[in-house]
């Protein structure tokens, strides 16, 4: 994002100005960008699920309905607020709003393109794990402050849900930093750039290192299905949709929320998988890379990241469509016993892979 | 002059919350301010230049561990009135601690300062050293054998806690993924031969 060009400066700016103005500029575009994105997800999601269950989904404002997730925005920004007379108010509206602000955060270190990214943290891929464990919060906070039995119930369950599902979360980060040998995002991505046997999720295709190929492949095909399963737990998503199953707890923590709050936990929660797809893209399938080759192209590179997010998505998208809801039970038994170990297991193998075989020469980038 | 800026906002903040945490009546309340004063030294850590460490902060205390005081504070049922009542009882035995805790603090400080082992920068790392690596080399060459028993006594402890919460009470069913898979045909079904007008009997 640094033009080398000679230009003549309009007006020439103090470097600490210049700076905070062309940060913030680039938070806006962003923000814009998943703004937007996230009203056509969210409609590609009804799409997608009433498509599974032989329904045509919202067609009515606009063509194809897609105007659909406006007329809700606008449904929700012009509803009164309701706040509960039990309720503690400053944590009952400082909970939506941390969902909201937290998820935005995330995207500070996601790299978009080839040098695409705001903020290019030496410790990226660590950022973005603190801060979506931050996620909880909004949640149990939701839960509590509504003061009411069905959202303390939900915030409960889903704090421990997200907290159990994070340590497999964590471990399946350690096998591909391991890989890498970085915890710089934009390097992670380059770390994949040659074609899609180094893609992390596909290094059984790198046939040149026979046969230590066959055992990191298999190993991190089975994170990136690990990764993915913990990314639906982590966002609440079905079928780990436990925190606000309906059948059980009307809404959980939602329950009391309405209007513009109600919509800054759908939008945070959206968001959230948003940055789950993207995660998925940068650690597994090579971010903006294509499968038979780098792309160093700016716009090029973020339309095939792009593209890659809403193939993830569509898989977030089907598995809501076609899966059966967890008994809670069944979902602390699959986090803690089954993912738990075999994510350990993986971070010894590929910590023996890379001693024994070794990584690629690391293309350092400069954090910012 | 950003960074003092910086520096002022997180430390005032910090202390703020910090008072918060033992001022504020909802126990509740309390463990929020501690998640903001958690969170603003974290923010002093990433002016030190020690971002690996701020985060493993956020990661662990802030994303882990207070969740859990939440947890269980939470499910506590408190009588506020009672609460506060208690104050002034607890408040000389509370002050000697905090006493004898910011006597230690400014104690040390000034033992380090003197020492010369302080100094006003961030510890110079060479380019490309990132702070990760920095770290890991130290703890997994030098101190080693303090790492390790680290690691150690935490296994000890947490192997004390599930020895401690683990119960097996008779009559509770419980649910055996592998029996259930398991199960065959032969085992679940019994066939009977029902004979016309004499039933099972």
Known sequence: MNPAVDYVPFITLDPGVEWALMKTGQILAIMVMLLLSLAFLLLFDRKVWAAVQLRKGPNVVGPF???????DFLKFVMKEIVIPAGANKTVFILAPLLTFTLAFATWAVVPIAPGWVVSNLNVGILYLFAISSLGVYGIIMGGWASNSKYPFLGGLRSAAQMVSYEVSIGFVLITVLLLVGSLNLTSIVDNQRDGIWMWHAFRIFNVAEFPANLLIGAVMFAMLVIFFISALAETNRPPFDLPEAESELVAGYQVEYSSTPYLLFMIGEYLNITLMCAMINILFLGGWHLPW???????????????????????????????????????????????????????????????????????????? | ?????????????AVLSAFAVVAARNPVHSVLFLILTFFNAAGL??????????????????????????FVVMMLDVDFVELKQGFLKYMPLGGLVGAFLLG??????????????????????????TNAERIGRVLYTDYLLLFQLAGLVLFVAMIGAIVLTLRRRDGVKRQDIHKQVGRTRKQGVESKDVLPGQGLG
């Open chain 1, 65 to 71: 309905g897609l105007f659909q997730s406006f007329a």
């Open chain 1, 293 to 368: 080759g780098p792309v160093d192209n700016e716009w090029l590179g973020f339309l095939i990241f792009y593209a890659k997010l809403w193939a993830m998505f569509f898989m977030f998208a089907m598995v809501k469509a076609i899966v059966p809801r967890y008994r809670y039970d069944q979902l602390m038994r699959l986090g803690w016993k089954i993912f738990l170990p075999t994510s350990l297991v993986a971070v010894a193998i590929a910590a023996g892979y890379v001693t024994y075989i070794g990584r690629p020469a690391l293309t350092t980038v400069a954090g910012g």
């Open chain 2, 1 to 13: 002059m950003l960074e003092a800026i910086a520096f002022y906002l997180l430390a005032g903040v």
């Open chain 2, 45 to 70: 850590f990433v002016l030190l230049g020690a971002e690996f460490l701020a985060m493993l902060l956020i990661v662990v205390y802030v994303g882990a561990v207070a969740v859990l005081f939440l």
């Open chain 2, 104 to 129: 230690e603090l400014i104690l040390v400080t000034s033992a380090v300062r003197g020492s010369g082992l302080y100094t006003d920068s961030p510890a110079g790392l060479p380019d490309g050293v």
